[in-house]
């Protein structure tokens, strides 16, 4: 909880300090995948269960001032998936599920990023599971905070569009189709363009 | 003891006793058989369907309790004394286990990171966090509760067959839901 109280007490003071340098004229584009989480949450026999990915590497590189120059393209290692037990751990990388021999990662690259007014923006783009590609489009906040930009933004995939559960699997009504993502990540301003 | 005690255990609580039987008769087995199957959809189904079943005969034991302690039972059919204590020791266990087992599934369920939704509709509050060693612990604790629900029901139903069978005293009868009146003790 430390860092939190730390992070917040620095917030009026980064403002101060973006306010000084010109806020936007900052490009996000450093990653900090300690600070940065990737989580998920679906429902079986109608439970909400929570689960995240330990791995994941974010390339970003956004301005707030320049959002049509914007880029993001995340890749995803699919066997650090915590479902939320281990034995489905265990399931999700077999054939049915995820199959991470033949396919071990998923990928977003994101084709556009579009102003929705405030902090709201828009990604569009390719989202790659398992050799099946769907274009789906992100909505997502972008704050700063402590010189950091802070990305979240939550969004939500058929599982079927992408085969992830197969055979017997495919029943919905057991595991449900819908899974909603939810993205939280933080990235600093590179140095040489601050 | 409020009025004199019928013959016959009074209605409520013989229309609370045989459902707790169904229940617990689904229950048990489909918990023996389900925690070893591999995970599939039928064992996420089992599992639900497990629960579910649990939680309405902890449901029921609320009223169940209540008409238990508000009705008085029938008076004791002649027998020693030794016998009519381990009768009510027998009783009082089942009580506490009736209770105690689908509660130690709600709390091991919560533990383990798998909140219940009773009925798949309604979700219930997860009693502890989920946390590996407790979650390991209240496995152990439910199944050891069940073994001894286990005992103490073959204990309570081969009671109840020698009293119907051997004696052919009116102990099964005055829970039968079905029938007359069995006669007062004599």
Redesign the interface.
């Known amino acids: 909880m430390k860092p939190h109280t730390l992070l917040s007490g620095l917030v009026g003071l980064a403002s101060l300090t973006l306010a000084d340098i010109g806020c936007g004229a900052a490009e996000f584009n450093q990653v900090l995948p300690g600070k940065s989480s990737l989580t998920f949450t679906y429902k079986?026999?109608?439970?909400?269960?929570n689960g995240s990915f330990r791995k994941f590497d974010s390339r970003v590189s956004f301005d707030p001032a320049k959002v049509n120059t914007a880029t993001a393209q995340i890749g995803i290692d699919l066997a650090s998936i915590d479902t939320?037990?281990a034995?489905?751990n265990d399931?999700v990388l077999g054939k049915d599920w995820f199959n991470t021999k033949a396919y071990p990662g998923a990928r977003f690259l994101a084709s556009g990023v579009r102003a929705l007014g405030g902090h709201r923006y828009e990604a569009v783009g390719k989202l790659s599971i398992k050799g099946r590609s769907r274009d789906i489009s992100v909505p997502f906040t972008f704050t700063q905070a402590a010189g950091l930009g802070v990305f979240d933004g939550t969004f939500s995939i058929k599982r079927l569009n992408y085969a992830i559960g197969e055979g017997?699997?495919a029943?919905v009504g057991?595991?449900a189709d819908e899974i909603q993502i939810k993205f939280h990540v933080v990235a600093s301003a590179s140095p040489a363009k601050k | 003891m409020n009025a004199m005690p019928s013959a016959r255990y009074a209605l409520p609580a013989i229309w609370l006793h045989w459902p707790v039987v169904s229940l617990t008769l689904c229950a048990f087995p489909l918990g023996v058989y389900m925690h070893e199957l591999s995970l599939s959809p039928q064992k996420l189904q089992i599992y639900s369907y497990h629960k579910w079943l649990g939680i309405t005969s902890l449901l029921l034991f609320l009223p169940r309790l209540q008409v238990r302690l508000w009705r008085a039972p029938p008076a004791d059919l002649p027998a020693p004394a030794w016998r009519h204590r381990i009768a009510r020791l027998t009783h009082v266990l089942l009580y506490v286990l009736l209770i105690a087992v689908p509660l130690s599934g709600w709390l091991m369920s919560s533990a383990k990171g798998f909140p219940v939704v009773y009925l798949g509709l309604l979700p219930l509050p997860d009693l502890v966090a989920k946390d590996h060693d407790p979650g390991e612990l209240l496995t152990l604790v439910h199944k050891s509760l069940n073994l001894g629900l286990l005992a103490l029901v073959a204990l309570h139903v081969t009671a109840a067959c020698k009293h119907h069978l051997l004696d052919h005293d009116a102990t099964l009868r005055r829970m039968s839901p079905f029938g007359k009146q069995p006669e007062a003790a004599s």
């Open positions: 079986q026999m109608g439970v909400a269960m939320g037990s034995e489905a399931a017997a699997w029943d057991t595991v």
